[in-house]
């Protein structure tokens, strides 16, 4: 491992060195454009060293300065390979500094027209900020965006995953309306492909519980237009379960609807994202004991 670092060191201090020579910096760059592709391949050498050595943030940083220097001598798609190069070493040391080198990379590749690998960088950051830096507003954005680009090269199945983490963080963040939105949205999608319709009931069951968050009332209207859009829905478990669960927050009945969420948990298991927006439901019991 210290060997590898120590070869790696060399070779960045070789890079340093073929860029100062003749004329410095800017005379190997626009001067002797050998000079520059020596230190390219010295930094992109480095890089590697020091992956090898388990040096993220320094093989993260041999990345960048190769990327750099592909950018200003104009090789811009080598610059964004670099670039995304560098963000997945500073992934693992410093996700500030993999945002940034992603972005970088995303500029130069929608500047290309290059749609498709822009969004899925956008995927990448959203990713980080949904589980490395927490932070589900810019996770939301970066996915939204993603999948405005796949929408727009025809990936309709990679923009519509995107759209479903949009609705997934959307609801948690109480933004109900937008959830409900994308849910809707895909699950009509969905019913038009017969590979696909039958996910439709989950993204139903997902916008009705995004409903009865808000209000019970519009939560059986939306039920029954499902209903008609998907006649196979009124005998799924979960068309039943959130006729059962209107019912009970009509009456005040915690101890049914307690016992509904229960029993279809015992058969279906329910992930945290359902366990959090039937909870927040529930309160409503509490919260609201004149509610009929």
């Given at each position: 491992?210290?060997?590898?670092?120590?070869?790696?060191?060399?070779?960045?201090?070789?890079?340093?060195?073929?860029?100062?020579?003749?004329?410095?910096?800017?005379?190997?760059?626009?001067?002797?454009?050998?000079?520059?592709?020596?230190?390219?391949?010295?930094?992109?050498?480095?890089?590697?060293?020091?992956?090898?050595?388990?040096?993220?943030?320094?093989?993260?940083?041999?990345?960048y300065d190769?990327?750099?220097?592909?950018?200003?001598?104009?090789?811009?798609?080598?610059?964004?390979?670099?670039?995304?190069?560098?963000?997945?070493?500073?992934?693992?040391?410093?996700?500030?500094?993999?945002?940034?080198?992603?972005?970088?990379?995303?500029?130069?590749?929608?500047?290309?027209?290059?749609?498709?690998?822009?969004?899925?960088?956008?995927?990448?950051?959203?990713?980080?900020?949904?589980?490395?830096?927490?932070?589900?507003?810019?996770?939301?954005?970066?996915?939204?965006?993603?999948?405005?680009?796949?929408?727009?090269?025809?990936?309709?199945?990679?923009?519509?995953?995107?759209?479903?983490?949009?609705?997934?963080?959307?609801?948690?963040?109480?933004?109900?309306?937008?959830a409900i939105?994308?849910?809707?949205?895909?699950?009509?999608?969905?019913?038009?492909?017969?590979?696909?319709?039958?996910?439709?009931?989950?993204?139903?069951?997902?916008?009705?519980?995004?409903?009865?968050?808000?209000?019970?009332?519009?939560?059986?209207?939306?039920?029954?237009?499902?209903?008609?859009q998907y006649?196979?829905?009124?005998?799924?478990?979960?068309?039943?379960?959130?006729?059962?669960?209107?019912?009970?927050?009509?009456?005040?009945?915690?101890?049914?609807?307690?016992?509904?969420?229960?029993?279809?948990?015992?058969?279906?298991?329910?992930?945290?994202?359902?366990?959090?927006?039937?909870?927040?439901?529930?309160?409503?019991?509490?919260?609201?004991?004149?509610?009929?």
């Open positions: 491992m210290a060997d590898n670092e120590q070869k790696a060191l060399q070779l960045v201090a070789e890079a340093e060195r073929k860029l100062s020579s003749s004329k410095g910096f800017f005379g190997a760059l626009f001067g002797s454009s050998s000079k520059v592709e020596e230190a390219v391949e010295c930094y992109q050498r480095a890089a590697n060293m020091f992956k090898m050595a388990k040096k993220w943030n320094s093989a993260g940083k041999a990345f190769a990327a750099d220097l592909h950018s200003k001598a104009g090789s811009r798609h080598d610059a964004a390979n670099n670039y995304v190069d560098a963000a997945n070493c500073f992934k693992k040391s410093d996700t500030n500094e993999a945002i940034s080198c992603l972005l970088k990379a995303i500029e130069i590749y929608t500047d290309m027209g290059r749609f498709t690998m822009a969004a899925k960088h956008h995927q990448s950051i959203a990713e980080i900020y949904e589980s490395e830096a927490v932070d589900l507003e810019r996770a939301v954005h970066h996915y939204e965006q993603a999948a405005d680009y796949f929408r727009g090269e025809e990936s309709n199945s990679s923009a519509n995953k995107c759209l479903l983490k949009v609705a997934q963080y959307a609801a948690q963040l109480e933004n109900y309306d937008k939105q994308i849910y809707e949205q895909v699950a009509s999608a969905s019913l038009e492909s017969s590979l696909l319709k039958y996910s439709a009931k989950e993204y139903f069951f997902r916008a009705a519980l995004c409903h009865l968050c808000v209000d019970s009332l519009n939560a059986q209207h939306a039920i029954e237009r499902y209903q008609e006649p196979a829905f009124q005998d799924a478990r979960e068309y039943k379960l959130v006729k059962t669960l209107i019912e009970h927050l009509e009456d005040q009945n915690l101890e049914g609807y307690t016992e509904a969420v229960k029993e279809y948990d015992s058969i279906s298991r329910l992930d945290q994202w359902y366990t959090t927006v039937l909870l927040r439901i529930k309160k409503q019991i509490n919260d609201n004991p004149d509610l009929r």
